[in-house]
């Protein structure tokens, strides 16, 4: 026996005869006698059936049956006392009136009644007949169905019958007689058909009691294994009770319907159930199990250790006893989970800890070495009531112990007991893992939520700058930062602690990863030295993120990568820490920090220049507080930056920083020019890398002031740039000369007129942007501009304002040094309405100083050089104004490649204007035709036409015709609704 379930008390003793049925009724005993005679026995006191015995006899009805009574009920919602003997009667209680007699039910063995539709159906023989109670003595029968063999026992379930014959069980719908079998009976024990109250049948196989639901299914809870075949079955929540040849065995309906209790009376005949007990009749007695009030039910089966019995009754306590039904929940679950942990069962312990609702600090005192911070909820050891009302200290401290703390050496606990390994084990730590985890969501919902009231609190009642300055603060991924002086947060501390230390412990890095990723409330400290220990730096770098610890998570990871590319590292690593990753942390501080991010990204600009200009692009920094940054820190890498990032996006990059990229360069080759020329080394023609992006910055932007870098050049070097540079400046003759008479490079000025005429294409007519060319044709035509006179036309140009672009710089009296073919050239220019300074600047200040050029730097002129420009870019000179240009000795023949395309094209385009020509006249005469035609149109008015506007006839009056021409109105109507559109939109009708 596990544990008393049902008292056994005698009832009736020494009955005169032999006892062939009992029933309760209220607090009576109704027992039928084989002598024919019904025994009320009562209580010496008032009540209920009670189990302290003591019952006497109040009245004997003899001659109640004629025969031995085989079964009797008591119809408790209809008052009535159901018999089965020589045939079923229906009595009235209390005076055992007899009501009806169903005559058809003589020779009856098995019955079952529905109370809820007052529906009775009995076996006789081979046949199952139904009734049913029309109230008061009236009983109708309703239907009567053949089976294939007597019946021995039967049932209603639901809408159907369940019946037992011989060999099988079968159901039998009531409404159509279908029948349809179950599955066969036993061969020892007759069939057994006892019905639950949830409306499932048990139907009886020898020894096995098998579950079915109303239409015959097997379910899946499994099947009651008794001692021996039961002749009877009384359900009794939560237990069955089945009569057995030699004893009453009592076993518990829940999964695997364990043995509860077992009593011995020698000599039972019947078991039934009554009010409040199930009524055992002996021969010549009565006896009542009463069952054992739930409460002390469950200390027994608590304290021999049947806790899943115990919290199985505890679920059916009354509603009314909710706070005695928590309180003895979490006290047998707390005893549960200690039993299942002492003997390995993990996992399962801690699923009894978690309805036990005991503060996760409990059970983490179960594991000593899992170190977590200190805190105000540390208390006494809780002590908790068991079920008989008597303390006990569970075997595992419930409070936080001194060893619970932190610590900076947590090996002074006894590792080499055995013990203390089995607290640490893989499997007690998964199962620590999965209740922590289960307890979490629940934990950080309430502190985040603690956090937003009391951030809300203090900005309603206190100002940020009192709040910020008055509570220690974390900052968590939701951007809050919180005060961990609340017990929810302080609780999620613990847990997000120990929770991060037993993932690391069972190796699940990735976990412990994401949960630091996310919203958690991990103790820095702690969880800093573990990760240092473990050398598990990634985890440590999200620990410092998540908590706004930036500048030791970029410290540690610039350590990392340092480590990385060391060939013998310091630090054991497990993977390999790239520079690439610095970028990547940087990247969410652009908004929130960028002068960290400017600090830590010295670090990795020089070995990802390209990654590092997107991260400063991509978080939009300024650029000019980039620049001035790297200015004072890294000077070595500010063009580097400024090239990429003119790379990526020229717009992004201000004139400002243009100009000191160029100047940068112009230092750079500046002091390289200098080293050369102090050993007579230099060369016009060496290039430098430094030199060539100084030569494609100052040709590809147009930031810088050119003006200023001017200045800087030396007078005896350098021509190409201050080429360009007098280029931007629009000085474009000085430009050209320096490359004809300075370089002595004819393609490199073909080149400028080809950038400067692109360029100026977009602004103006083609004709004016092809005036550079005739600005190169006259300098090959007039090279009296001598090296010297260009040298001291630049420095008065440095040396002075730039004169304004202008038609005015030539028409001045300085202009008179040209020759008259230059003048040629500019009346002609004029009378084409394009202005030199359109492409140049005009002469500047040293022109008047040109009057003694003649004598000084004479030369032939280049004819070869212009008749190449001619026949190169002939589609691009005016060349009405480019033979102007030519001298009188020129040979037509030489022209050639230069007027054959020219006049080629003319007469293409004469061509194409008299095709127009034609085309635009036939579409005039076409046009014109079309007006004839539409003046050809004829309208029709008979005597039957009428007006649309007022729909009266046409006649002889004047009419108008709407532009479809088949619409006539009166032209006073017509007149009419034109002025009336005309007022409604206000305007003057013409």
């Not at 008052?79 to 009806?100: C, D």
């Not at 499932?200 to 020894?207: R, S, T």
């Not at 602004?763 to 090279?783: E, H, V």
């Amino acid at each position: 026996m596990v544990h008393s379930a049902y008292d056994s008390v005698e009832l009736v003793n020494s009955c005169p005869a032999k006892i062939e049925a009992v029933e309760s009724y209220g607090s009576s005993l109704l027992v039928a006698c084989a002598d024919g005679s019904l025994r009320i026995y009562g209580p010496r006191s008032s009540g209920e059936l009670k189990r302290e015995g003591g019952y006497s006899l109040e009245r004997s009805v003899n001659g109640f049956s004629r025969r031995p009574m085989l079964a009797m009920e008591v119809l408790g919602s209809r008052e009535l006392l159901l018999s089965l003997s020589e045939s079923i009667s229906f009595h009235k209680l209390p005076s055992l009136e007899t009501l009806a007699v169903i005559t058809k039910a003589k020779g009856a063995n098995a019955y079952s009644w529905d109370d809820r539709r007052g529906f009775l159906c009995f076996a006789r023989q081979k046949r199952i007949c139904i009734f049913r109670h029309e109230g008061g003595r009236g009983f109708v029968e309703v239907k009567e169905f053949g089976v294939p063999d007597t019946v021995k026992s039967i049932s209603w379930c639901g809408e159907n019958i369940c019946f037992g014959i011989r060999r099988e069980y079968m159901i039998l719908n009531a409404s159509n007689g279908a029948l349809s079998e179950i599955f066969p009976s036993g061969r020892i024990a007759p069939p057994l058909v006892v019905s639950l109250p949830s409306g499932e049948l048990l139907l009886g196989k020898d020894n096995i009691g098998v579950l079915v639901d109303q239409n015959g299914k097997l379910l899946q809870e499994g099947r009651i294994c008794w001692s021996e075949a039961p002749a009877a079955v009384v359900i009794q929540k939560p237990y069955a009770t089945a009569l057995l040849p030699r004893h009453i065995e009592i076993r518990s309906l829940r999964v695997p319907y364990p043995l509860i209790q077992t009593v011995v009376l020698r000599d039972v005949c019947r078991i039934h159930q009554g009010n409040n007990a199930i009524i055992v009749s002996l021969s010549n007695s009565v006896y009542g199990l009463f069952p054992v009030p739930l409460g002390a039910q469950i200390v027994q089966l608590t304290a021999s250790g049947n806790f899943e019995e115990a919290l199985a009754l505890c679920k059916l306590l009354p509603p009314e006893d909710s706070s005695l039904r928590a309180s003895k929940e979490q006290s047998i679950h707390i005893r549960y989970a200690h039993y299942l942990f002492e003997n390995g069962s993990y996992e399962e312990a801690m699923e009894h800890f978690l309805p036990s609702q005991v503060e996760i600090t409990y059970v983490l005192s179960l594991y000593p070495s899992i170190v977590i911070p200190k805190s105000s909820l540390v208390s006494e050891p809780d002590k908790f009531l068991d079920v008989g009302g008597e303390a006990y200290l569970s075997r595992g401290n419930s409070g936080i112990s001194d060893d619970m703390e932190p610590s900076s050496n947590v090996s002074e606990y006894d590792e080499n007991s055995a013990l203390e390994s089995k607290k640490m084990s893989h499997n007690t730590l998964m199962a620590l893992v999965k209740f922590l985890q289960k307890k979490r969501n629940n934990i950080i919902g309430k502190a985040a939520a603690e956090g937003t009231d009391e951030v809300i609190s203090d900005v309603v009642g206190h100002t940020f700058g009192s709040y910020e300055s008055s509570r220690p603060k974390r900052s968590t991924k939701v951007k809050v930062n919180v005060a961990l002086d609340s017990g929810a947060r302080e609780m999620a501390a613990i847990l997000d602690t120990a929770l991060l230390q037993a993932l690391l412990l069972t190796g699940q890095t990735a976990a412990a990863l994401d949960l630091l990723k996310g919203l958690n409330y991990c103790d820095v400290k702690i969880c800093e030295e573990i990760l240092r220990n473990g050398n598990q730096y990634l985890c440590l770098l999200e620990l410092y993120k998540c908590n706004s610890l930036h500048r030791e998570a970029l410290k540690l990871l610039h350590q990392l990568v340092e480590e990385s590319k060391s060939d013998e590292p310091r630090i054991e690593l497990t993977q390999k820490f790239k520079p690439e990753m610095i970028i990547e942390y940087l990247k969410p501080l652009c908004g929130v920090d960028p002068m960290i991010v400017l600090e830590f990204s010295m670090l990795v600009l020089e070995s990802c220049p390209t990654q590092t200009i997107e991260l400063f692009l991509s978080g939009n920094i300024p650029a000019d507080l980039v620049n001035s940054y790297l200015k004072q820190h890294a000077p070595n890498m500010q063009a580097t930056y400024l090239e990429l990032m003119l790379s990526m996006n020229e717009s992004s990059i201000s004139g400002n920083l243009q100009n000191e990229m160029v100047q940068i360069y112009l230092s750079d080759v500046l002091d390289w020019y200098a080293d050369l020329a102090a050993h007579n080394k230099w060369d016009e023609k060496t290039y430098t890398p430094t030199r060539k992006k100084l030569l494609s910055a100052l040709e590809g932007i147009s930031g810088y002031t050119p003006e200023v870098l001017l200045k800087r050049l030396p007078t005896t070097a350098f021509f190409e740039e201050r080429a360009l540079l007098l280029g931007k400046m629009n000085q474009h003759e000085l430009a050209l000369s320096i490359y004809i008479h300075k370089l002595h490079v004819p393609e490199l000025a073909l080149s400028y007129c080809d950038r400067v005429y692109e360029s100026m294409l977009n602004q103006q007519p083609a004709k004016a942007s092809g005036n550079i060319y005739l600005t190169l044709l006259q300098i090959y035509l007039n090279p009296r501009r001598t090296t010297k006179d260009i040298e001291k036309r630049i420095s008065n140009l440095v040396s002075t304002p730039t004169p304004k672009v202008g038609g005015s710089a030539v028409k001045g009296n300085k202009g008179r040094g040209f020759g008259k073919k230059i003048a040629d050239i500019e009346g002609a220019v004029e009378d084409t309405r394009i202005s030199p300074s359109g492409t140049d600047s005009g002469k500047s200040d040293g022109d008047g100083e040109d009057d003694d050029g003649d004598v000084d730097g004479v030369s032939n002129i280049m004819l070869d050089e212009v008749l190449d420009v001619l026949s190169q870019r002939w589609d691009r000179v005016n060349g009405a104004q480019a033979l102007k240009l030519l001298p009188k000795e020129t040979k037509l023949q030489n022209l050639i490649p230069f007027l054959g395309p020219l006049l080629r094209r003319t007469s293409e385009a004469h061509r194409n204007f008299a095709v127009i020509r034609r085309l635009r006249e036939s579409e005039n005469l076409q046009a014109k035709d079309e007006l004839y035609k539409q003046r050809k149109a004829v309208v029709k008015v008979t005597g039957d036409s009428m007006c649309s506007l007022c729909n009266k006839k046409i006649g002889t009056s004047v009419f108008a015709v709407y532009p479809n021409g088949t619409t006539l109105v009166h032209f006073v109507c017509f007149r009419d609704s034109q002025n009336m559109k005309a007022t409604g939109k206000g305007r003057r009708i013409r």
